[in-house]
């Protein structure tokens, strides 16, 4: 059956043990996925995406299968599930087992598949549909997100949060945090604070691009690098927030000398560094000396002046240059 979003959780959930969670809207489909779990009151949870299931068939239907009774009620969330694995959760449905739960969220799935239209058409499962937030929506998640905290801030400088994000409601929750975690000292936000905060969507994985890239998270940087299709245009981007993220370890490190204790130094620096940035920092500063910084710094510069130069080939040469320093930072 089809159900609204936030009708979801009036319903008797307990009564209900398949979801289909599907759409655009990943950040409101994690948030709903967060209440039903919530909801079911169970720690007994394992997480698969689609290809897990599609390797390994006969290990999830052991999990299915497999009853314990001093466990909780099983939840089971699959993510990114498409028309691949319809014949293996259209068959689990029908065995309707009673201690189990399990959960599918989706991107985007057309009229025509077999896994919506099942989901839809199933008197005993739940299909949500999430479409795109829409600015006023955005607007009341925000309004409400600081009336809450009891943080003062304009109309307009909301609307400028909201604009800075892009109407993505993953993006607007990071920010929000940002500016609390900022207000702990100042209760009042202005423009120029919402300025120097908020970071514009597209900058999101390059910022985390080149956090992981200072800390040698090889793994990690590899993987932003192939899920993003980073071009020309953004060589630039990227090496001005190398920049700025070696000019705040320059300092980092200068102020280490005085203060001699790591925490202590971290926790006063200004700008504030938010708590869920202090640890790959600290990796940062075990890593970075201020004479490696010194070199860097130049080096950096060097790149942007030959990518300014010659545009054509920028990105290469910056991806190549990631790739160099990220391995190479210990030498």
């Known amino acids: ?48 995406d689609e290809i897990d299931i599609i390797k390994n068939p006969k290990i999830f239907e052991e999990n299915v299968n497999n009853k314990s009774f001093f466990d909780d009620e099983k939840i089971i969330i699959i993510s990114r599930a498409t028309d691949k694995i319809f014949k293996t959760i259209e068959e689990t449905v029908e065995e309707n ?16 598949s077999k896994l919506r239209n099942f989901f839809e058409k199933n008197k005993n499962t739940i299909c949500v549909p999430f479409y795109e937030d829409n600015l006023q929506t955005l607007s009341l998640l925000a309004q409400n997100f600081f009336k ?9 400088n909301i609307n400028l949060i909201i604009e800075r994000c892009s109407g993505d409601r993953i993006n607007l929750n990071n920010e929000l945090e940002k500016i609390h975690n900022f207000s702990i000292e100042k209760k009042s936000i202005n423009t120029e604070d919402i300025l120097k905060l908020t970071n514009l969507s597209e900058n999101f994985d390059v910022a985390e691009l080149v956090d992981n890239s200072l800390a040698m998270n090889k793994k990690k940087t590899l993987y932003i690098l192939n899920e993003n299709s980073f071009t020309g245009e953004d060589s630039v981007m990227i090496i001005r927030i190398f920049l700025n993220k070696l000019k705040r370890l320059l300092k980092l490190q200068s102020e280490i000398k005085i203060k001699k204790n790591v925490e202590n130094t971290i926790s006063t620096h200004r700008p504030p560094i938010f708590w869920k940035d202090k640890d790959i920092i600290k990796r940062q500063m075990q890593i970075w000396s201020l004479e490696k910084i010194q070199k860097l710094m130049i080096k950096v510069n060097n790149i942007e002046l030959f990518v300014k130069k010659y545009p054509a080939n920028s990105i290469n040469v910056v991806t190549d240059f990631i790739l160099e320093q990220t391995l190479e930072a210990k030498n």
């Open 1 to 48: 059956m089809i159900v609204k979003f936030y009708e979801i959780l009036k319903k008797k959930l307990d009564q209900n043990k398949f979801f289909l969670l599907y759409g655009n809207n990943s950040g409101l489909i994690k948030d709903t996925l967060k209440k039903i779990i919530k909801s079911k009151m169970s720690n007994n949870i394992f997480n698969y």
């Open 97 to 112: 087992l009673d201690d189990v739960v399990i959960i599918l969220t989706s991107g985007i799935l057309e009229k025509k």
């Open 148 to 156: 809450e905290k009891k943080i003062s801030i304009s109309q307009l």
